[in-house]
């Protein structure tokens, strides 16, 4: 049975470790990242940096997760957009206590792309030679063994011929 974290019952306007599923990553992709004011809980206003996430609720960027994006992808903001991160749950020490926070992974957690049937292979092979499908897309929507690479190259250079 899932559990829920109580900050999910306040409806909080940035996301934060309480939204990841216990033990689990998100893999999200930032849409811009700008400087904004920002309301905190006891109304005080602070000039933070804002990752807006696509799909997802914005991300407040602290120095440490900052950081973490800029040795991915570069120290230029604009150079963020578009691209993926993976976050995860973690503690950090604040005010001398121990509390959740949200972390950027040092590198992007790529989702594995499924293996392919023989059935549903031979219909993409069909499809490709009646020019209803390409083989980069089924490059990039299923991992294909050796051998069925070597299937797929023979059936094409045969069709070609």
Not at 21 to 41: M, N, W
Not at 79 to 97: F, N, Q
């Amino acid at each position: 049975m899932s559990k829920t974290h109580w900050k999910l019952l306040i409806n909080p306007d940035y996301i934060g470790a309480y939204a990841l599923p216990e033990g689990e990553d998100l893999t999200v992709t930032i849409d811009f990242v700008q400087q904004e004011e920002v309301k905190g809980t006891g109304g005080k206003k602070e000039d933070c940096t804002v990752a807006h996430l696509v799909n997802q609720k914005p991300m407040i960027l602290n120095v440490t997760n900052s950081k973490s994006i800029a040795k991915l992808y570069g120290p230029y903001i604009e150079d963020w957009a578009g691209k993926p991160i993976t976050l995860y749950a973690s503690t950090t020490k604040l005010a001398g206590e121990t509390v959740e926070c949200l972390r950027v992974r040092p590198k992007v957690m790529v989702k594995q792309k499924p293996k392919i049937t023989p059935e549903r292979l031979a219909k993409a092979i069909a499809s490709i030679q009646a020019g209803e499908f390409t083989t980069d897309k089924l490059r990039a929507n299923f991992a294909l063994t050796e051998e069925q690479d070597s299937q797929l190259t023979e059936a094409l250079h045969a069709a070609e011929v």
